[in-house]
């Protein structure tokens, strides 16, 4: 009986049409589910609403159909709205599927903070060294997420999780502190356990090893070895100019990092050596999609 010019995206219809039956035009979408509605619309005089979807383009409807009154208060045929939520729906679809992914890290987030609040009480001797190692590692923990956050989909990358750890205890780079490798970067998870790792190296460095001294120097160094069949991340920490170093008398929450969960969460293997000029801790860490966002070396 008459269209607005805007139907015409979703119906094929010219001036023409105006008079032929609905039944004989062709459309975009399937119209021919709205019949029945129509039909029981002008039957129960009640409105009638559905989503209907564009199969070439996946466009989406939201489609009204109400009673038509005359000026007469006569039912003349039925009026239909369609009111395309495209852009509302994929929008409410994103928001889902934002909220998940929130609900899943928070879930991780809290899952790391109760191992770290654990391993730390196993592992300290008094309230007063339990809450400094705690602070410590949630700082640490704290500052990874921070990177993660600035970046979610590009990783995270190994040089700021040295600096960055560095930073928190003054050691100022070129001074105290040298660090020089290849553009490497964690995938999120990843990054977590090797913060940790660099916070306890550093920790160590600080209080027992070449930070605590104005004369000690840290080299850090990381290269990717290539020679091997699926290659590998290096990853040297060497310490020099510091008190003499010993093997600790127990396994530390530190050590228990180092040397299982690195080998645990990353495949990671951890070889500690306590020489007289200074700790040296090599990581060697396989390079895979899991644990690395780039490069990646896989096949």
């Given at each position: ?185 964690f995938q999120p998870k990843a990054a977590e356990t090797f913060a940790l790792a660099i916070h306890e190296l550093a920790t160590n460095a600080l209080n027992y090893g070449a930070l605590s001294q104005p004369g000690g120097r840290l080299e850090i160094s990381w290269r ?76």
């Open positions: 009986m008459n269209f607005t010019p805007a139907i015409t995206q979703i119906l094929h219809l010219v001036e023409t049409d105006v008079g032929r039956p609905i039944a004989h035009i062709k459309a975009r979408i399937p119209i021919e589910e709205l019949y029945d509605d129509v039909r029981r619309v002008l039957r129960t005089l009640a409105s009638a609403e559905r989503e209907l979807t564009a199969p070439d383009s996946g466009t989406r409807y939201i489609v009204r159909i109400l009673p038509y009154r005359s000026i007469d208060n006569f039912i003349a045929g039925v009026v239909i709205n369609f009111i395309d939520v495209t852009a509302i729906t994929r929008a409410e679809e994103r928001q889902r599927l934002l909220l998940a992914e929130l609900q899943h890290r928070v879930r991780n987030t809290l899952g790391v903070v109760r191992s770290i609040a654990r391993r730390s009480a196993d592992t300290s001797s008094t309230v007063e060294e339990y809450a400094a190692h705690l602070d410590g590692r949630l700082n640490a923990f704290a500052r990874t997420q921070a990177l993660v956050t600035r970046d979610p989909e590009g990783g995270v990358d190994l040089e700021y999780l040295v600096i960055e750890e560095l930073l928190a205890y003054n050691a100022r780079e070129g001074e105290q502190v040298r660090a020089s490798g290849p553009a490497i970067r990717i070895d290539g020679a091997i069949e699926l290659p590998q991340l290096l990853f040297e920490w060497r310490e020099r100019g510091g008190p003499a170093v010993t093997p600790p008398p127990r396994s530390g929450f530190g050590t228990e990092l180092l040397e299982r969960s690195l080998a645990f969460e990353l495949k990671g293997q951890t070889t500690m050596s306590f020489n007289a000029s200074g700790l040296m801790c090599l990581i060697a860490i396989p390079l895979t999609k899991r644990t690395f966002h780039t490069p990646s070396m896989e096949g």
